[in-house]
T-cell receptor, first 112, second 110 residues
């Protein structure tokens, strides 16, 4: 199946822990994104990579660090998790930086 | 004022009705306009992608963009219970990031 995939789908963890979310796309796209969707369903961009290069870095705590080992993968590492980090995190990709974005299924993060 | 305004609903319609979903925006640099459908606990799914003003039709869906009024619409004809979801408008200008509306929750009642 051609798609954007994310792992894990659910992540439940304690405050202060470090966790990672992985994203892979097999659409052959050049650009990948991380979004955070809060409890009110508002989608907010966090990061964007184009050809493994960081091009968008919104006002996000530096506890969040994206890594793009290649064009098809964009991972998100979160250090010292806080209660306010609880949300659904979506990965997305687009052909290039102007094209429409295709989203993954999301990772529901719950910090206890 | 938010860059993109979208009525959160919920909007309830009977099956078979024509649904009209709308967004207004303030940034005149926006050139690309999108509509996404998001089912509960799923990722947003791209429905329509349009550039500049005009209409685009795909099956039961029609997207309209009026750049002079800074207003975009999504029409759903012959609405079905399976159309029940949250609909997100999104827009961007050139190499800018995408700005999303807050979404309109639609319920189609059988």
């Amino acid at each position: 199946d051609t798609a954007v995939s994310q792992t894990p789908k659910y992540l439940v963890t304690q405050m202060g822990n470090d966790k990672s979310i992985k994203c892979e796309q097999n659409l052959g796209h050049d650009t990948m994104y991380w979004y955070k969707q809060d409890s009110k369903k508002f989608l907010k961009i966090m990061f964007s990579y184009n050809n493994k290069e960081l091009i968008i870095n919104e006002t996000v705590p530096n506890r969040f660090s994206p890594k793009s080992p290649d064009k098809a993968h964009l991972n998100l590492h979160i250090n010292s998790l806080e209660l306010g980090d609880s949300a659904v995190y979506f990965c997305a990709s687009s052909q290039d930086i102007t094209g429409p974005q295709y989203f993954g299924p999301g990772t529901r993060l719950t910090v206890l | 004022q938010k860059e993109v305004e979208q009525d959160p609903g919920p909007l309830s319609v009977p099956e078979g009705a024509i649904v009209s979903l709308n967004c207004t925006y303030s940034n005149s640099a926006f050139q690309y306009f999108m509509w996404y459908r998001q089912y509960s606990r799923k990722g947003p799914e791209l429905l329509m992608y349009t550039y500049s003003s005009g209409n685009k039709e795909d099956g039961r869906f029609t997207a309209q963009v009026d750049k002079s009024s800074k207003y975009i619409s999504l029409f759903i004809r012959d609405s079905q219970p399976s159309d029940s979801a949250t609909y997100l408008c999104a827009m961007k200008g050139g190499y800018q990031k995408v700005t999303f509306g807050t979404g309109t929750k639609l319920q189609v009642i059988p």
